[in-house]
């Protein structure tokens, strides 16, 4: 039986056989020290963003996360979400899309549909029974792994713990994530982005929008949905 892949570099206009973790390393090698990503109080460089990334892929592989597992997401528009977000494409791990909106109901439907084993959100505090109440649901639905920002990151942006290294990284034809589909009823539903694919849109649409290394995207809705995303998007 032919690939479903096969021909489609040659058949696609701006068809690119790469993962997000080359296109990385690219964006640090091109414009390194440039500002790639800014919020109140915080900016963070190319060669940062890479960096940062490598070190949390790190820190997820000594806590167990692996290749082809899933994490759930949930996280406002920062520049930690695209630092996680890269560090777990790096490895090969599938990130599940989910808002910062969401509560108990959502979380237990997407973590019965995308099975998980980690859960990367931002925490509470001791009695926000909101948080308290998700992680309870993604436990009883296997999630065995818990990342938060407030424990991973340091006051100056930086990941504060070290991990392991050697892994093997992802192909452009794997699944890169789990995106949340645009309807408005029922339990959401999940559906699944190559590495290939969803970089080709990033591309393309860019190129249709007409911009350049000059423009400058300001993310207000949550980056979470596929058209902050990657409509350009993030990426």
């Not at 995106?179 to 029922?186: E, K, M, Q, R, V």
Request: net charge negative.
């Amino acid at each position: 039986m032919k690939n479903v892949w096969d021909g489609v570099q040659e058949n696609c206009e701006g068809w690119q056989c790469v993962t997000y973790g080359d296109k990385l390393r690219e964006w640090a090698k091109s414009y390194g020290a440039c500002i790639a990503l800014a919020e109140e109080g915080r900016a963070q460089s190319y060669e940062g963003l890479k960096d940062c990334a490598l070190e949390l892929a790190s820190v997820f592989l000594s806590e167990g996360l692996r290749k082809g597992d899933r994490a759930i997401m949930q996280l406002g528009n920062s520049i930690f979400f695209a630092e996680a977000l890269f560090a777990l494409w790096e490895i090969g791990a599938v990130p599940v899309m989910a808002l910062p909106s969401h509560n108990q109901k959502e979380i237990e439907g997407i973590s019965g549909i995308a099975k998980p084993r980690a859960y990367i959100g931002n925490r509470g505090g001791q009695n926000d029974k909101r948080s308290l109440a998700v992680k309870e649901a993604a436990i009883r639905q296997g999630v065995e792994l818990f990342f938060y920002e407030d424990c991973l990151m340091n006051e100056h942006g930086e990941v504060a713990c070290k991990g392991e290294r050697g892994y093997e990284t992802p192909d452009y034809k794997d699944i890169a994530m789990l995106l949340l589909s645009g309807g408005t009823t029922g339990a959401p539903k999940l559906i699944p982005r190559t590495h290939g694919d969803y970089i080709y849109d990033n591309h393309m649409t860019a190129a249709r929008c007409r911009l350049n290394r000059e423009s400058v995207f300001l993310a207000v809705l949550p980056v979470a949905h596929n058209f902050v995303l990657g409509n350009p998007g993030l990426p």
